[in-house]
């Protein structure tokens, strides 16, 4: 549980910045306001947000939601910024007697992998949005393809 090591409102700077930077490279602003507005109103809007299932053609899929998507985003954004402080004589790296600071490398790749699971989460969200009337407020670079980049990392 985050919040038990993490202040709430820095936490809740995170999720803002999420929300404003994150969703909208999928969902338009016109979507996102009136989500806001009416998520707990519209049965689509609960089910894009908790996850759920739902059919296509013939298939019964399912989803993790909006929610687990913003969680993996905002955690992967925390990662990368959790061992830097701005202080009043400069930028610091915290470390103390009990642990050790990890690796650039490490940070990055952890945040790496937990914005490719927002990504992913974010994606069948997408899925589920075509399969309801709300699709016309998908961005249309997401419209028109359902593309997932994968990049192999070879060594270290």
Do not use: P, W
Not at 24 to 48: A, C, P
Not at 68 to 78: C, D, E, G, W
Not at 88 to 108: F, H, L, M, N, P
Not at 117 to 124: P, Q, S
């Amino acid at each position: 549980d985050i919040t038990k090591n993490f202040d709430l409102k820095t936490l809740d700077k995170y999720i803002a910045i999420s929300e404003t930077l994150d969703l909208r490279q999928y969902l338009s602003d016109v979507f996102l306001n009136d989500l806001r507005k009416n998520y707990e109103t519209k049965s689509e809007y609960i089910t894009l947000l908790n996850g759920g299932e739902y059919t296509c053609g013939n298939d019964l899929k399912r989803f993790e939601g909006m929610k687990a998507a913003l969680v993996f985003f905002v955690y992967s954004r925390i990662i990368s910024t959790s061992t830097i402080k701005v202080t009043q004589t400069g930028v610091v790296q915290k470390e103390s007697d009990y642990s050790s600071v990890a690796s650039d490398k490490a940070i990055v790749r952890q945040a790496n992998e937990f914005e490719a699971i927002a990504k992913a989460y974010m994606m069948d969200c997408i899925d589920y949005l075509r399969s309801t009337t709300l699709v016309s407020y998908l961005n249309n670079s997401i419209v028109q393809n359902r593309t997932v980049k994968k990049f192999n990392i070879i060594g270290d």
